[in-house]
């Protein structure tokens, strides 16, 4: 095979691809007064981005937002644009240009709205099952990983078990991938070296996370009113 040869050979079919393409989407939109619609089935104002069929990245003058199309159009010059809403800040975006890559995916919109694509918009309930499966698909990942010894927070504890020093727990802790959650005090003395503090690392970072590693310290006086966590009373792992 030569490399240079079937380039050349799958460019020529994408630019007659392509043709056919913008012929379809000009011929379309002329049969349809210019121009093709989408508004999601729930209330507008409720809808996600979730609701949307075809999402893109267009190019603009400031930035390359991606786009999820609500309108496709020809303007007065006949040339093929979209307004959508920005798939990052959910604002409208209106009059970006179709370049030669959008056309597929104008035409799956365009398909779509006419009705010669089944697509079923992503409803409540479908939203909720949808979550309810990611949740349970993560929630089996996790008690795998738990169960071979390989998820974060059990390599985690079963490194930093043995540290009686607590700068070497927090960064053994650290480098198997937890992240500071909080931190407080067990007990509130004048006299920090009989004091006792506590440090939170989960997975996220997350302070609500139930799952993580507690460090339990005390404290070293460093000089007449400052002191700094010294050494590991104890190792909790919570899941």
Known sequence: MNPQ????????RTQKLQRAQWNAIVELLSRNGGRVSYTPEDDPEEAGMDDFPVKM????????PCIALTDVFLDDDGKVRVNGINDKIE???KNY???????????????????YREYPPATPYFK???????????????KALCFLGADPLSRAYRRARGCTDYGRAVAVIRKSGLIFSGYGDYEKTKDKSSAMGYAYYTVDGARENPCGITLVYTFRQTGHD??????????ECNR
């Open 57 to 64: 990245l267009f190019f603009g003058k400031h930035e390359n």
């Open 97 to 115: 240009p179709a370049d030669p890559e959008h056309y597929a995916g104008i035409l799956d919109f365009i398909a779509i709205v006419l009705g």
């Open 91 to 93: 604002i409208p975006e």
């Open 128 to 142: 909720r099952a949808k979550l309810c499966i990611e949740k349970s698909v993560r929630i089996i990942k996790q």
């Open 5 to 12: 040869r079937t380039y050349y050979r799958l460019r020529r």
């Open 226 to 235: 400052s002191y700094v966590a010294d050494k590991i009373v104890s190792i």
